[in-house]
């Protein structure tokens, strides 16, 4: 594994910098730190979003059929860290880049790979993840959302979603739902417009924003046949690959490293970094932070071989959830009055995502099993 980047890369990521130097000056304190599903980062995400696609930066690790350039993987991680670690002006555009348009150019039919592919690469098109469900989060396969097929070739959609990111502002949803079966079998996917006759989409106010969290109901929603991604009940071969491609999809290392680098900024401006512990303590979250950019690299640059991620997935997060605490425990120790509204919106938004890092795309808890089962090879229950 080399670990230095080439002149593609590194003139790739200069290009990102010089798009994010647009960035609006009171970026962090008025946009950023609500998240990036709030209205005012969605609508800057729109135009935003048409002038990285216009420097061919949007999906440069796709094939260049499909709107990318061919090039391998690492521009992937590239755009993540620069993204994320900005406060994602992106919006909810990663999800199509990083996993909805990969499992469409992998399981999709030719039909649905020009229907979809473009719209993401040309930043178009924002995605939302119709997973969750009130008694199926980490038991996804306990999702009681029904797709019947109608006869005609098409699907009834009854059911309901539960902490759906982005949904209120997105335009196209990849919906799990049930065509028979039990457990895992009989799960679909379906790609939908998120303004599918008989889907309504509510808010949830969340411990930290407004706007992260959407219930959804489908009460009737018609669905045609092509919007089913994959074979029929065959979904769950479709979830497993979309899991290895989120999980570490979105850089949190890298947001978490640049929030370490300010806050040790502040401590010295304020006299307080000379205190050996808060240099100690700075110390092990930046070595949280490596590890978990390492683990990620690791995982990167088994994909750019084509080898199975196996546990490796698992590990690389969980070890970005400890990076992301790490970071917001320094800030919360040591600079609390800056995390209260008013105070520094780019730590309030590192402390803000850090609070449900060990939840978002599964919890802390299940990819420690993972890891035990996988990887270390011990029994359940062990
Ligand atoms: C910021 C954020 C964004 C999200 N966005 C989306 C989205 O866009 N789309 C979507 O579909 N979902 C989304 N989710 C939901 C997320 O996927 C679920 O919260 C997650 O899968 C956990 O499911 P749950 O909330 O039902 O918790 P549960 O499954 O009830 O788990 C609760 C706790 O129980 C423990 N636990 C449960 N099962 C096990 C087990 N087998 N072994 C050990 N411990 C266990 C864990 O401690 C876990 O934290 C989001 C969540 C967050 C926090």
Request: aromatic share 10%; glycine share 10%; proline share 4%.
């Amino acid at each position: 594994m080399n670990f230095a980047w080439d002149e593609t890369d590194i003139a790739y990521r200069e290009e990102l910098r010089e798009m994010l130097d647009e960035l609006p000056a009171d970026w962090w304190d008025e946009y950023a730190a609500e998240g990036p599903a709030s209205p005012k980062v969605m609508t800057f995400a729109r135009g935003f979003n048409a002038k990285l696609a216009e420097r061919d930066l949007v999906v440069r690790h796709w094939p260049e059929s499909y709107g990318g350039k061919d090039a391998s993987a690492w521009k992937q991680i590239i755009i993540s860290e620069e993204m994320w670690s900005s406060g994602e002006p992106r919006s909810s555009l990663y999800m199509g880049s990083n996993w909805a348009g990969p499992a469409i150019m992998r399981f999709g039919t030719e039909a649905q790979k020009q229907k979809h592919l473009r719209g993401i690469a040309e930043g178009r098109v924002l995605w939302c993840q119709g997973f969750s469900e009130p008694e199926a989060g980490t038991d996804l396969g306990n999702m009681k959302t029904r797709a019947e097929p109608d006869g005609e070739g098409g699907f009834v959609v009854n059911g309901s979603k539960v902490w759906t990111s982005y949904a209120a502002r997105a335009d196209m949803m990849f919906l799990l739902a049930r065509v028979g079966g039990k457990g895992k079998g009989g799960v679909s996917c379906f790609l939908i417009p998120t303004d599918t006759p008989g889907m309504e989409i509510r808010p949830i106010a969340g411990v930290h924003s407004l706007y992260d969290f959407h219930e959804v109901f489908f009460t009737d929603a018609r669905v045609p046949g092509e919007a089913l991604l994959g074979e029929e009940g065959n979904g769950w071969t479709i979830v497993q690959t979309v899991i290895h491609f989120e999980r570490i999809g979105a850089a949190r290392y890298e947001k978490a490293g640049r929030a370490l680098h300010h806050i040790v900024e502040l401590l010295k401006q304020r006299g307080d970094f000379d205190d050996p512990v808060v240099q100690a303590d700075c110390a092990i979250a930046l070595a949280a932070v490596e590890a978990a950019r390492l683990l990620t690299y690791q995982v990167i640059d088994g994909r750019v071989k084509d080898r199975d991620p196996g546990a490796n997935t698992y590990i690389a997060r969980y070890a970005m959830i400890q990076a992301d605490h790490a970071v917001a425990n320094l800030t919360s120790t040591y600079l609390p009055d800056l995390l209260v509204q008013g105070g520094d919106g780019h730590l309030r938004a590192q402390f803000n995502s850090a609070i449900t890092a060990g939840l978002a795309a599964g919890a802390a808890e299940v990819q420690l099993n993972m890891i035990s089962g996988r990887y270390l090879q011990l029994p359940r229950g062990a």
